[in-house]
C-alpha cells in the first residue's frame, strides 16, 4: 500500500495575449485524454468546498505549458517512477520533454456527472476578479455562482504504447487556495487509474516528500 504524501502546489502564470505553441489534438489521443481529463475531475481541493460549491465545474479551454508554471517544474522533479515497471513512466517522461511547450486548445468531450464550462482566458480573469473580492457586481456573482474555481490541466503526456500517461493539475480556488500536481497513470483493463497522488488506488509513482 502506498504511503500518501503531500501533493506538491504551484501557482500558475496565467497566459495573457496570443497563445504560443498551439497544436491540435490528434485523433488517436483523443478519447485516452478526456478520458484522464474527466476522471480527474475535481481536484480534491474543489472537491472538498462541499456540494453546494460544485453545483458545475470551470475547465480552461487551453492546456498549460512549462511556461505557464511557477516554478517551472518537470514531472521527475515532482514524481518517483513505480520501481516495479519504470520503464513507461520515463517513455511518458520523455514525451513531455518533447512537447512540453505545446498548449492544446478543448473541447468539449468530457464525461462529467454535472454540467462544465470551457472558460477562455478573457473569462479566467473574470472569474478569478469575481471570487477574489466580495465588490464583484450581482451580475457577475450570479454568472460564476455554483463553481468553485478553475481547473487547468496540461497536455497528457503518453508512453509509447498510450498506456502510462503523465498530465498536470491545478485547481485554483480563490486567491489564496490553489493545489498544483503532476499525476501519473495507467490503463488498466481498458480504464486509466491514478498511480500517484492522493486518489492513487494502487501502489506506484509517489511524489516526493
Known amino acids: 500500500m502506498m504511503t500518501l504524501r503531500p501533493a506538491i502546489a504551484v501557482l500558475l502564470v496565467l497566459f495573457a495575449g496570443p ?16 478520458a484522464i481529463y474527466s476522471l480527474l475531475m475535481p481536484g480534491a481541493v ?5 456540494p453546494d460549491h ?8 487551453t ?12 514531472p521527475d522533479a515532482a514524481l518517483r517512477p513505480p520501481a516495479d515497471n519504470p520503464r513507461p513512466f520515463q517513455e511518458a517522461l520523455a ?7 505545446q498548449r492544446l486548445t478543448l473541447g468539449r468531450h468530457f464525461h462529467l456527472d454535472r454540467p462544465y464550462t470551457l472558460l477562455s482566458a478573457a473569462e479566467i480573469s473574470e472569474m478569478k476578479q469575481t471570487l477574489g473580492t466580495a465588490a464583484a457586481s450581482s451580475a457577475l456573482q450570479q454568472k460564476y455562482a455554483g463553481y468553485p474555481g478553475i481547473t487547468f490541466f496540461s497536455d497528457v503526456y503518453f508512453d509509447s504504447r498510450q498506456r502510462a500517461a503523465l498530465v498536470y493539475q491545478l485547481d ?9 500536481e503532476w499525476i501519473y497513470l495507467e490503463k488498466h483493463n481498458g480504464h486509466w ?3 500517484s497522488g492522493q486518489a492513487a488506488v494502487v501502489s506506484g509513482a509517489t511524489p516526493f516528500e
Open 19 to 34: 497563445l504560443r505553441g498551439q497544436v491540435p489534438l490528434h485523433a488517436s489521443r483523443q478519447q485516452d485524454v478526456y
Open 54 to 61: 460544485n453545483q458545475r465545474w470551470a475547465i480552461a479551454d
Open 172 to 180: 485554483w480556488c480563490g486567491n489564496l487556495c490553489s493545489q498544483g
Open 193 to 195: 487509474v491514478q498511480r
Open 95 to 101: 514525451d513531455f520533454h518533447a512537447r512540453k511547450y
Open 46 to 50: 474543489l472537491a472538498n468546498l462541499g
Open 63 to 74: 492546456t498549460i505549458n512549462i511556461d505557464d508554471m511557477n516554478p517551472k517544474l518537470s
